[in-house]
């Protein structure tokens, strides 16, 4: 499992880091997205899926570790 640093960009998306790939695309969509649950199956821009066992929001930018769930191709 990847550790991926994930951050808002200025217009507010959520900006996903992979620095072993050099990977930096903006997600798509998020699972779960509330105060209370947070993460779940994140969809990116380059149609691959990571998967993040859900937590309560973190505060951003923040590292967390993330389960790969397709190559996207």
């Not at 959520?14 to 779940?40: H, M, N, R």
């Not at 998967?51 to 973190?58: C, G, T, V």
Request: aromatic share 10%; hydrophobic share 35%; charged share 35%.
């Amino acid at each position: 499992m990847p550790s991926v640093m994930l951050k808002k960009n200025a217009e507010g998306k959520l900006v996903f880091y992979v620095p072993k790939k050099d990977l930096e695309e903006v997600a798509e969509s998020v699972e779960f997205d509330t105060q209370d649950k947070w993460g779940g199956e994140v969809l990116l821009g380059d149609g691959s899926k990571y998967y993040f066992e859900p937590i309560e929001q973190p505060d951003f930018p923040v590292t967390l570790r993330a389960k790969r769930l397709d190559s996207g191709e």
